[in-house]
């Protein structure tokens, strides 16, 4: 499994950017997809995480209502619009992927714990 995220870079507070993560190499029909991100000095966390099948979304609580993930099935890519952002959001974002069940029916709808299948991060920096 590749999966490969761009789209980062360097925005005023305020501002928007969107991430894409490409995904490829993997035959599965059921998978969690999600976004991850992690400061220095900080665990990664998760953003923003979707299942395959039911298409069940969660956003934790820092980016309820300023970042919205949505995927082109076709193209086997998801993305991560983000808009207001501010200094809190400065973090290397990572996409991750694995398969089985549906969010939900996980321990943790969007634990980085429970992906298996990393992409190289990309960064984000939020100038204030």
């Known amino acids: 499994v590749q999966i490969v995220e761009s789209g980062g870079g360097l925005v005023q507070a305020g501002g928007s950017l969107r991430l894409s993560c490409a995904a490829s190499?993997?035959?599965?029909?059921?998978?969690?997809i999600g976004w991850f991100r992690q400061a220095p000095g900080k665990e990664r966390e998760g953003v923003s995480c979707?299942?395959?099948?039911?298409?069940?979304?969660y956003y934790s609580d820092s980016v309820k209502g300023r970042f919205t993930i949505s995927s082109d099935n076709a193209k086997n890519t998801v993305y991560l619009q983000m808009n207001s952002l501010n200094a809190e959001d400065t973090a290397v974002y990572y996409c991750?992927?694995?398969?089985?069940?549906?969010?939900?029916?996980?321990?943790?709808?969007?634990?980085?714990?429970?992906?298996?299948?990393w992409g190289q991060g990309t960064q984000v920096t939020v100038s204030s």
């Open positions: 991750a992927l694995d398969r089985g069940a549906s969010i939900y029916y996980r321990n943790d709808p969007c634990s980085p714990y429970e992906y298996e299948y």
């Open positions: 190499g993997f035959s599965f029909d059921d998978y969690a």
């Open positions: 979707m299942s395959s099948r039911d298409g069940s979304i």
